[in-house]
């Protein structure tokens, strides 16, 4: 097992490398001098050229690199150019909302698609699996943005049933904060729990037809049993694949969710970045996620070995 996880990490590593490149090289060839933006058209060349010294623009790309790279090694995610404050503050301080709403659509979207999907192969070829199997199409295709627009006008105009958007004053309540957070976390859920489900009915299918499911049957164990206890455990290490792949496109779908929903999470601390060129926050915040999405997946590799003990040989 030990050997498993330092394979594990060891690959993490390299990613985590790979990313950092990628992520420094997007950052400088978005369009646009951070130091115009920031001091205006009403700027002099002059005083253009005096801020790109001072926040180490006219260094050769090799050396920003390098002390990117000294900068990651020792935690240091730098200075927001237009925030005035360290990144990993400014990522905090929108980090909570980020994480509620991917946990809450990953909720949603896993208890959709996963039972739907067991009760779709068990009753395979019938209506139920055919209305399934349509309405995953369906969810598929439909944009997340539409849903939210579609829950604002019905649920929260109309009814004012849920906050139409923010996260709350302040002052705010955790059940008050969670409560905005609902109507963007449905939206954000539904399309993704389309592909849970159809993998979910997939790898059960492949099981079904096994010889020891056969066999269970034949024994005369409930058809609940054979699901769920004997079935549904050697169906699942698929089914752990999508959900850990589900939930890191979550973190990058909150981008637009946030934007719809008006909520002041990373997805919207990224796009303002984008906007005003500020590369420290750029770089910061994609390569956190990128960590967060590299950990979801290490947690999946380590779930397989819990789940199925032949991965760890």
Request: aromatic share 6%.
């Amino acid at each position: 097992m030990f050997v498993y996880i330092a394979r594990r990490l060891a690959g993490m590593m390299v990613v985590m490398l790979i990313v950092a490149a990628v992520v420094f090289v997007i950052a400088r060839v978005v369009p646009g001098d951070p130091a115009a933006v920031m001091l205006g058209s009403s700027a002099t060349p002059d005083d253009v050229a005096a801020l790109r010294v001072r926040l180490g623009l006219d260094q050769p790309l090799a050396a920003q690199f390098l002390i990117y790279l000294g900068q990651i090694a020792t935690l240091d995610l730098g200075e927001s150019i237009f925030l005035n404050r360290p990144v990993a503050q400014a990522l905090a301080e929108r980090a909570e909302l980020t994480a509620f709403l991917t946990l809450m659509s990953v909720g949603i979207a896993v208890l959709i698609g996963v039972p739907i999907g067991i009760l779709s192969a068990a009753k395979r070829g019938r209506w139920l699996d055919q209305a399934s199997v349509g309405l995953a199409m369906l969810a598929a295709s439909v944009p997340s943005f539409w849903i939210g627009l579609t829950l604002i006008k019905y649920l929260a105009v109309d009814h004012a049933w849920f906050p139409v958007a923010g996260y709350g004053p302040p002052d705010a309540s955790l059940a008050e904060r969670l409560r905005h957070l609902v109507l963007p976390a449905i939206a954000l859920g539904i399309p993704n729990s389309a592909l849970i489900l159809r993998f979910t009915r997939t790898s059960m299918l492949d099981v079904l037809g096994d010889d020891y499911i056969r066999t269970a049957r034949a024994k005369g164990l409930a058809p609940a049993v054979v699901i769920l206890k004997h079935a549904l455990r050697n169906a699942m290490i698929p089914i752990l694949t999508v959900i850990g792949l589900t939930a890191a496109v979550m973190i990058a779908g909150a981008i637009v969710t946030e934007t719809v929903f008006g909520l002041p999470g990373v997805g919207n601390l990224i796009v303002s970045a984008v906007l005003r060129r500020d590369y420290p926050v750029i770089q910061g915040a994609l390569l956190v996620v990128s960590g967060i999405y590299v950990l979801i997946n290490l947690s999946v590799d380590l779930l397989y070995a819990v789940v199925d003990p032949r991965v760890r040989a």
